[in-house]
């Protein structure tokens, strides 16, 4: 048979392309996301699945399981020809989504809590951070935060039953900065506070700037202010927990990103905002005019106490 040039990883690569990114690349074709499925902005009875291969064409009364099947329902190609236009010129490398993120075995294994009542890191986090000591004794009351025995701050990220899949240590002394994920982290349940507008979606590098955005938003609309917004901490500039956070809430529309103001962040947000513009969201995008959040929100307390 005519297609036995290919070789099994040229076949492998066609069969398992992001229908989406190849259809807008190829077609010019759009999608949004519309409950659990993508709709074709261009072609409404065009629906994509979930995971991003599956296709069915209402309209034309054709469907498919891959891009192949939509080249020769759709465009009337052969199978050699279908596979050589995905994997032309390495577009198939274009198009082929990364690798799914596994979580590693086990149970996570969270630092032992310190007993009294968390002085160090209220310490910490307000008189060096700046964050307010409110939203300091919220988290904590949430049981996302604790300090551990050896005077740590500990961020925690829960799944949708309470249980808890991931932990981030950050050291509470200045002169030597300790920071690092707890054994068996699970990122796809990275630190997030869940806010009464669940459209938006606030997204920054680390859990320290998550809650100075937090304080930033109650210092400028009043306490409590924080909790009519919804935030997600990456832990780090990779989007895994973004991805994770879409796919359990669909109602997200809106993505607000507020990584750091450096060359790794700005790469990020570039490379993100082009991502999930392409899957139907809203894109937004501010940098903050120091390093990060956090020196933001640093910067504006020690101007207000200088007043």
């Keep these: 048979m005519e297609y036995k040039k290919f070789t099994s990883e040229q076949l492998d690569r066609a069969k398992n392309v992001d229908i989406i990114a190849f259809l807008g690349a190829y077609m010019g074709l759009e999608f949004k996301p519309s409950g659990k499925y993508y709709k074709c902005s261009q072609h409404n009875s065009l629906i994509i699945y979930p995971d991003r291969k599956r296709f069915v064409w209402n309209s034309r009364n054709i469907s498919g399981s891959d891009t192949i099947d939509f080249l020769r329902n759709a465009e009337g190609k052969s199978f050699p020809e279908a596979v050589e236009i995905i994997i032309g010129e390495n577009a198939a490398a274009a198009y082929t989504p990364a690798p799914k993120y596994k979580a590693e075995a086990g149970q996570l294994v969270l630092p032992e809590k310190a007993d009294g009542k968390y002085n160090r890191i ?51 002394l200045t002169e030597r900065k300790y920071r690092g994920d707890c054994k068996n982290s699970d990122k796809r349940y990275a630190f997030h506070q869940m806010g009464t507008d669940t459209a938006r979606l606030y997204i920054f590098e680390a859990p320290i700037d998550l809650l100075s955005h937090c304080t930033l938003t109650d210092m400028a609309y009043g306490n409590g202010a ?10 780090g500039s990779s989007d895994v927990a973004l991805e994770s956070f879409l796919e359990r809430h669909q109602e997200v ?17 570039e490379k993100y905002t082009s991502k999930y513009r392409e899957r139907g969201y809203e894109v937004k995008a501010v940098f903050s005019q120091s390093k990060d959040v956090n020196e933001d929100l640093i910067n504006k307390v020690s101007s207000k106490a200088r007043r």
């Design 122 to 172: 209220f310490a910490y986090l307000s008189q060096t951070r700046g964050i307010s000591t409110g939203i300091i004794s919220d988290f904590i009351k949430s049981k996302q935060l604790y300090q551990d025995t050896k005077g740590n701050c500990v961020f925690v990220g829960f799944d949708e039953q309470g249980t808890a899949k991931f932990g981030s240590v950050r050291g509470t």
């Design 226 to 235: 924080y909790k009519g917004q919804t935030r997600l901490a990456l832990c």
């Design 253 to 269: 529309k809106v993505l607000h990103f507020r990584l750091d103001n450096d060359e790794a962040g700005r790469a990020a947000v």
